[in-house]
Structures are given as C-alpha cells and as structure tokens.
C-alpha cells in the first residue's frame, strides 16, 4: 500500500493548508455551488444547458509527472485525468504507482516536477486548501472527542467552533453516529472512526472530496455496508470525489468512471466509464455486465504490469 512517510504531518498540512482557501472563491458546504441543471451521474436524462456544456472540469490534472529523489525514482509520467463536477472518479493501480502522489498535488501539499493541475479552473500546485482531502489513515485526534474531532477541518477553514460544531451535531445521525457525540476515538469501531473522518471531510466547504483508501482497513463486511453509506452520502451532496482504491470491485460499485493506472513510474493504462445505474444495490456485483466490466479493469492493471 502506498504510504505517505509522515501521515500525521500530510492531515496537519491539509487542515492548516484550509486557512489559505480564504484565496480562493468561497465554496457551499454539504451542496454543490454549481448549476443543478447540469447533466449529472444521478440525472442522466436532464439535458444540459448552454452553461452546463461550457463548464469548466472540477479536477483536471494534465501530464503530471513527477519524481522523487531529485529525479532518481520516477512516480508518474505524463498522468492525465479530468472529473466534472458532480461525478465520482476512481483511480485503481498496483501499490506504488502514484494514487496517493497525484491526490497531494491536487491537494496543494505537493508541487509536481512537470505538469498542471487545476480544480475549478484554478492552479492548485502548491497551493492548499481548494479541496477537502482526507488520507489513507483516519487520523482522529485521541485528546478531542468525536464531536471535536469532525470539526477540525471546518474550524482551520474558518467557521466559528459554535457554528461548525453545530452542524457536525446535525450530521451525526445522517453519518451514522448518532449518540457517539462525546465518545472518544479508542471507543469507536473502526467503520465508525472512518465515518467521523468522511465527517470531518464532508465538512469542510470545498465542491471537491479526495478520498485515499478510506476503507482500505475494514473487512469486507464492514467494506459493504460503507459501499451503501457513501453512496446515500454523496448522492445527497453530488460533490466531486475522486477516490485512490486497490480494489476493482469497489472502484465499480462506487464510481462513474474509473482509470486505472501502471506499475510505477505511474501513467493511465485505460479510462473506463461505469454504465450502471444509481442506487447500486449489492447485487449488481453478480451481474454478468458488472463481471465482464471487472474483468475487463483486471485485464487492463494485467497490462500495465512489468513483464515478470
């Protein structure tokens, strides 16, 4: 799994990096700023509008590439990937093939060697706070309970610890955590602290959601019933997320569209759109297009594996 040298200093950076987004045009929370007439994963029969056709890309990253080492380990080569607003976007690949780099640089944490990366129009390269990011670890602060804890975001972003808090009270029920408002990290199941850490995500005010594995460490019953959840979450908000996985599968269930991506250094093997309706119920995994379409994303990772 591709691990970030210094987790706890990449969440500190992101949350402190918000303050910076004072910069940027102020963004809704928990609703999309952009225009609902727009054609959306979720509204596929609504006809777009004159706007809607013209709309900039929420994320566009354009031949990123970038190297570690002053040059001597290569990540990512010539890496390109786009997301409109309101979809999910998945990126699969094998451990170390740059998942995790590309979601710091549109985070602002991270400047690639070469390459542009914008979200909205905007140049985000080392610049924080246009993106709410939560890392591969849930990160929760063991000192602050979790009604503290899913405020940190919002508070670093600006908004007052009486307001955000708040409005955390008002999600628990809806991410389901209801009554756990004053419970400390160590008391919380390991699916509940990664529905606190989306939390703190979710309520941050940006349009756009980078998701690192979040799941990465639930078995798979637990893994399913998130699958369910995040679904319900994200298609009550339609922000954009772009969301890094290891798992085929689950990038299928959860996204509109998905690429997938080499051995390192890291380029995009193939883009492939998700045709499945919404919501998608666990069955669909034994459909036969959903198993074809698996298998046709396992061909592709078979591809862009190093010859043995």
């Not at 002053?70 to 999910?88: K, N």
């Not at 709410?132 to 929760?140: G, N």
């Not at 996985?245 to 991506?261: G, I, N, P, Q, R």
């Not at 069955?283 to 010859?307: H, I, N, Y």
Request: hydrophobic content about 45%; aromatic content about 6%.
């Amino acid at each position: 799994m591709e691990r970030n040298r210094e987790p706890g200093r990449s969440v500190a950076a992101a949350l402190v990096a918000a303050r910076a987004s004072q910069t940027h045009a102020p963004r809704q929370p928990l609703a999309s700023t952009r225009d609902h007439n727009a054609r959306t994963p979720n509204n596929p029969t609504q006809q777009p509008t004159a706007n809607s056709r013209h709309m900039t890309s929420a994320i566009e990253l354009r031949h990123i590439s970038h190297a570690f080492g002053g040059g001597a380990v290569s990540v990512l080569e010539d890496v390109t990937v786009t997301a409109e607003p309101g979809q999910f976007v998945s990126l699969v690949g094998p451990s170390g093939c740059g998942k995790s780099t590309l979601l710091r640089v549109l985070a602002g944490l991270l400047v690639p060697s070469a390459g542009d990366a914008l979200v909205d129009g905007q140049d985000v390269r080392g610049r924080p706070g246009a993106v709410a990011y939560m890392p591969q670890k849930d990160l929760l602060f063991p000192w602050r309970r979790a009604l503290a804890n899913a405020t940190v975001g919002a508070e670093i972003a600006g908004q007052s610890k009486h307001d955000a808090r708040e409005r955390a009270r008002a999600l628990f029920p809806r991410f389901g955590l209801a009554g756990f408002e004053r419970a400390w990290p160590v008391q919380l199941s390991g699916g509940m602290r990664q529905r606190l850490a989306l939390l703190r995500t979710f309520l941050v005010p940006r349009d756009v959601l980078l998701l690192d594995e979040p799941f990465g460490a639930l078995d798979a019953i637990n893994r399913r019933e998130m699958h369910r959840w995040l679904q319900e979450v994200w298609a009550a908000d339609q922000r954009t997320v772009l969301f890094v996985t290891h798992d085929v599968e689950e990038a299928l269930v959860l996204s509109d569209a998905v690429y997938v991506m080499t051995a390192r250094p890291g380029r995009i093997q193939a883009r492939v759109d998700v045709p499945f309706p919404r919501p998608r119920v666990p069955s669909l995994v034994t459909d036969p297009a959903f198993v074809a379409l698996k298998a046709q994303l396992l061909t592709e990772l078979d591809r862009g594996m190093p010859p043995a």
